[in-house]
């Protein structure tokens, strides 16, 4: 037997199996948010995420059967060509000069630049303390690391990406539970960071994302807000997915009626007329940002759980396999992948229902994206890796 066939049958196959679930069931949803819409753009889109799913299996094995620990090599070269990307960028789309376009090809160098500062971070956690003895010290190791999370977060703030932003402090606050730093230096960071928000929400934020954080808290207070205007997405959603029940639209006994006019009031309930399909959740993010309103009202209460379902079943083998992990390098990628995934699942469910306010957070392997896909699949891959390797006992 090949070492390479070997390290093939030595894959997690529960964790590739719930991520195939997963990849396909995005497809469905892609393909379902805009079967009724007109436009080859956006018909198209779920076979586009076919390719790029095509694509991100590839990159998934290959970061699979490659040793983990070679990304120390790499980890600081990916993250200096992000952050030169992150200040390149010149694309604005849905508000935030968040993105690159390179030949005719647009993509998010945020979703790049986390990824390589989870890689980072692994090395500044698992690798440096084996070659520097000082450096295992918890005040030292947030000396090294906060800069490297301090940087591109600064940058895509500026860019007003304040969602992917965020992930930073998700993935930030992983890798120090997860490093070892002793708890009373987590507790000065997360005091220093109480301080620091409402500093932020009355200087950083624009007006405009003021507004959606203030139409959130008044619509979780019943109080009355601009429905043609700032209200006018998470109201919808709310309809949508509240309307739902428990099996969804699609699997009601009663056929669904196709709308005979958009109505500014919006849909009424006495009609069971897909809210996605009526134009009241623009095209341009259904199928992404809010592709779990999408899932929501088509299939219920029961397809929204079995959603949340496939998440916690892929969050509990990471956990697993994080556990089995051989050293902190290995531990350190899962931990920051982990915050990661949890972050943009909670944020993007959570905005759907009113949970948390309104940001552009994509749903992990559901939403359509060719650059956050990708990235997942490699992150993932290196996931595997670390299962994979667990056993290996050589020095890289």
């Not at 894959?11 to 995005?26: D, E, K, N, P, R």
């Not at 892609?30 to 590839?58: C, F, M, P, R």
């Not at 909670?346 to 940001?359: A, D, E």
């Amino acid at each position: 037997m090949t070492p390479l066939f070997r390290k093939l049958l030595g894959m997690h196959w529960f964790v590739v199996a719930v991520t195939a679930t997963l990849l396909a069931f995005g497809v469905y949803s892609i393909n379902a948010a805009t079967a009724s819409l007109t436009g080859e753009n956006i018909t198209s889109k779920w076979y586009d995420q076919i390719l790029w799913i095509g694509i991100g299996t590839v990159i998934y094995f290959a970061s699979s059967l490659i040793d983990y620990r070679w990304i120390k090599w790499a980890a600081l070269p990916s993250y200096i060509v992000s952050i030169l990307l992150l200040l390149s960028t010149n694309t604005i789309l849905s508000g935030a000069k968040s993105w690159l376009t390179i030949g005719g090809f647009t993509f998010q160098p945020s979703q790049l630049a986390i990824v390589s500062g989870i890689l980072l971070l692994a090395v500044i956690f698992g690798e440096l303390p084996k070659r520097f003895p000082l450096l295992k010290h918890s005040l030292l190791k947030i000396l090294l690391a906060a800069p490297v999370v301090g940087m591109p977060c600064l940058i895509i703030l500026n860019e007003t990406d304040f969602g992917s932003a965020m992930a930073w402090t998700v993935v930030f606050m992983a890798s120090l539970i997860i490093g070892k730093v002793l708890l009373r230096y987590i507790i000065v960071i997360i005091e220093l960071g109480l301080i620091v928000v409402p500093m932020f929400y009355f200087f950083g934020l624009k007006d405009y994302q003021k507004e959606r954080i203030e139409t959130w808290l008044n619509m979780l207070y019943e109080k009355p807000v601009d429905e043609q205007g700032a209200a006018w997405v998470p109201k919808h959603n709310m309809i949508a997915i509240g309307s739902a029940g428990y099996l969804g639209k699609m699997h009601q006994d009663n056929s669904i009626s196709s709308p005979q006019t958009n109505s500014p009031a919006g849909p009424t309930d006495s009609t069971l007329s897909l809210v996605t399909e009526m134009g009241f959740v623009p095209s341009n993010v259904s199928i992404n940002d809010f592709i779990f309103v999408t899932i929501a009202e088509r299939h219920g209460f029961r397809g929204a759980a079995i959603l949340i379902a496939l998440y916690s079943i892929l969050l509990t083998l990471l956990l697993l396999i994080c556990y089995s992990a051989k050293d902190m390098t290995g531990r350190m990628l899962i931990g920051g992948f982990i915050g990661l995934i949890f972050y943009h699942v909670f944020m993007n469910i959570g905005m759907c229902i009113l949970l948390v306010p309104i940001t552009g957070i994509p749903l992990p392997f559901i939403s359509y994206g060719g650059t956050f896909l990708l990235m997942m699949m490699f992150m993932l891959g290196l996931c595997q890796s670390v299962w994979i390797h667990r056993g290996a006992d050589s020095e890289l």
